[in-house]
């Protein structure tokens, strides 16, 4: 079975404070790791797609790298605009080695508050 | 950009009434999907669809069930209402290779 752990659960940083965001994956075959920013009452949008260890992937304040076990979303110098939950998901193969239609496993997220 | 439109925000819901939440996409994506949304447990597949008149099961299809007779719409039905399915519920849809794009969300109340 497909897991996705993030952590830490929630996160409180000052304006500036730089840190990461961690998401643990248990997949039988890799496909694609995606993150995802939600504001409250809304629905999750897209920021980044991983597919092999090694890449990265940067927007403004945000990156994302990858490895064959996690990924970490850095986020440099953040402003209380970045407030938000941070979703990680994993798209796996299915058990003949094929897509499995695009479903995404996700991880329970990381509640980042950034404060001024 | 891609649009999902989900039909409505917010919606409250008496047991055992039949509930229908209507989601439209505008890009031609083949594949749409139902999540619900809850504290603690993250994001969970209730269906998808991978084509006109096509649908998987997904994680926790109890309870629920899907339709789509159009590409851009997929409906899912909530046969009789219970109170356990007060959620947040999140349709989305993906074109090959891509991440999802998600509608806004209805929130359902079942009292």
């Known amino acids: 079975e497909d897991q996705v752990t993030q952590s830490p659960e929630a996160l409180r940083l000052q304006e500036g404070e730089s840190s990461s965001l961690n998401c643990s994956y248990t997949v039988s075959g890799l496909r694609g790791l995606f993150w995802y920013r939600q504001d409250p009452g809304k629905g999750p949008e897209f920021l980044f797609t991983l597919y092999s260890a090694g890449e990265e992937k940067e927007k403004e304040r945000l990156k994302a790298t990858l490895t064959k076990k996690e990924s970490f979303l850095h986020i440099t110098a953040p402003k209380p605009e970045d407030s938000a939950t941070y979703l990680c998901a994993v798209k796996a193969t299915d058990n003949a080695g094929g897509t499995s239609y695009g479903k995404l496993t996700f991880g329970q997220g990381t509640i980042l508050t950034v404060h001024p | ?111």
């Open chain 2, 1 to 111: 950009d891609v649009k999902v439109t989900q039909s409505s925000r917010y919606l409250v819901k008496r047991t055992g009434e039949k509930v229908f939440l209507e989601c439209v996409q505008d890009m031609d994506h083949e594949n749409m999907f139902w999540y619900r949304q809850d504290p603690g447990l993250g994001l969970r597949l209730i269906y998808f669809s991978y084509d006109v008149k096509m649908k998987e099961k997904g994680d926790i299809p109890e309870g629920y069930s899907v339709s789509r007779e159009k590409k851009e719409r997929f409906s899912l039905i909530l046969e009789s209402a219970s109170t356990n399915q007060t959620s947040m519920y999140l349709c989305a849809s993906r074109a090959h290779r891509d991440g999802y794009t998600f509608g806004s969300g209805t929130r359902l109340t079942v009292v």
